[in-house]
């Protein structure tokens, strides 16, 4: 959750890019101080959505990332069919050596 808040920090600049968080996990708190902290406009949050509308949720966005607790599933990651995005302007600055 940290790297995907730094990344969206980092996006800011571009106005076409937009995070939506959905859930109320552990973090809620501290993401929505980082958010408020660091002025980020850039990322919506959402309460957690019903079970049925989960097809919806990740119809709308052209990436979609799913992180849960250790020990509870892997990270999923989704990207519509189409969708295009430019990985060095995105990752590259965060790269680990």
């Given at each position: ?17 937009h995070f939506v ?34 097809s919806h949720v ?18 999923q990651f989704r ?19």
């Open positions: 959750m940290d790297l995907l808040l730094e990344v969206a920090r980092e996006m800011k600049p571009f106005k076409d890019i968080l959905i859930g109320e996990g552990a973090y809620k708190a501290k993401v929505e101080r980082y958010i408020d902290q660091e002025n980020i406009k850039n990322i919506t949050m959402l309460p957690f959505q019903p079970y049925d509308d989960i990740f119809s709308v966005g052209n990436v979609g990332l799913v992180i849960s607790k250790p020990g509870v599933a892997r990270i990207v519509k069919h189409g969708a295009s995005c430019r990985q060095d302007d995105l990752f590259g600055k965060f790269r680990r050596e």
